[in-house]
């Protein structure tokens, strides 16, 4: 797999985590192999640091200590109240002091745990917003929408919403993740071409 699919995934893990936590996004920065987003819970002043690395400076290509260490020593210079460490996997030791320093760790095998109902609401959310970003309201009905007509999708987000409710339906959480991360992504795209 070539690194810029890799830090695409690592990446959307960063915006998944956000959207089903609901954190308020206030600044992304990237620097080099990192990636930085601060975020905060909703209706709280708490500041919390999700770092995304796309590519360990090890040849191994684990991250290490070393990276944990440095996270560490910004979350306490620039006064963050919590810390999220994102990438493709992590040594022994780099797991062990993240788990000594409170530090919560997603990897590519390590990933986040959530339950059918907060994804759905989640999803729910960003559908409802493109919704209106694109079509200027929230259909109440399903022949109010135009995404679906005659057998045939003409709405990405229609499509999407659609695979939703079989997804929920069954249990597949991976299915939903995969679902909001894509509407994160025409969310973006949306937001792009609004301020062209």
Do not use: Q
């Not at 695409?8 to 915006?15: G, I, N, Q, S, T």
């Not at 059918?116 to 079509?135: F, G, K, Q, T």
């Amino acid at each position: 797999m070539n690194d810029e699919i890799i830090e695409k995934e690592l990446v959307e893990k960063a915006e998944v985590i956000s959207a089903v936590r609901k954190y308020e996004n206030s600044k992304i920065r990237k620097n080099g192999n990192e990636v930085d987003f601060t975020v905060s819970p909703s209706g709280s002043n708490d500041k919390i640091l999700i770092r995304v690395i796309t590519e360990a400076k090890s040849s191994s290509g684990y991250v290490g200590m070393n990276a944990v260490r440095e996270m560490s020593e910004f979350i306490e210079k620039h006064d963050y109240d919590k810390g999220i460490l994102i990438g493709k996997r992590f040594t022994e030791a780099a797991k062990s002091e993240m788990e000594r320093r409170n530090i919560e760790a997603f990897s590519k095998n390590i990933r986040p745990y959530f339950k059918v109902e907060p994804l759905y609401l989640a999803i729910n959310s960003r559908i409802e917003n493109l919704c209106r970003m694109r079509c200027g309201h929230v259909p109440m009905k399903e022949s109010e929408c135009k995404g679906y007509v005659d057998g045939s999708y003409s709405c990405d987000v229609r499509l999407i919403n659609d695979n939703v409710s079989f997804h929920a339906e069954h249990g597949w959480t991976g299915f939903l993740k995969k679902d909001l991360a894509k509407l994160l992504a025409i969310e973006k795209r949306v937001r792009k071409r609004a301020h062209m």
